[in-house]
């Protein structure tokens, strides 16, 4: 079972950056996408973003493009989500989560952490 934690959540004003990790542990060997969500509060889950165990290739839905940027650190077993121009709307649970396979549903799941944007 691969494990996710996720770190760096917390309190940050409309216009300024904020960084997550998450750091996965078990056979991360056989992992293929970590994948970004966020739950706003009183809304559905929402994809962020995703980048490619391997190769690194990333992904980002518009609402972040060119905001948020999600990195990898192989030898650390750890994705990064590095959000900037953050924005009252960016308020969520911020979950990392991975997958082993190119598409379909995502296996394994951090516990959440809170970005909190103040305006």
């Known amino acids: 079972q691969v494990q996710l934690v996720e770190s760096g959540g917390g309190l940050v004003q409309a216009g300024g950056s904020l960084g997550l990790s998450c750091a996965a542990s078990?056979?991360?060997?056989?992992?293929?996408?970590m994948g970004w969500f966020r739950q706003p509060p009183g809304k559905e889950r929402e994809f962020v973003g995703s980048?490619?165990?391997?190769?690194?290739?990333?992904y980002y839905v518009d609402s972040v493009k060119g905001r948020f940027t999600i990195s990898k650190d192989n030898a650390k077993n750890t994705v990064y989500l590095q959000m900037n121009s953050l924005k009252s709307e960016d308020t969520a649970v911020y979950y990392c989560?991975?997958?082993?396979?190119?598409?379909?549903?995502?296996?394994?799941w951090g516990q959440g952490t809170q970005v909190t944007v103040s305006s």
């Open positions: 989560a991975a997958r082993l396979t190119r598409f379909g549903r995502y296996n394994y």
């Open positions: 980048i490619n165990w391997s190769a690194g290739s990333t």
């Open positions: 078990g056979p991360t060997f056989s992992l293929y996408t």
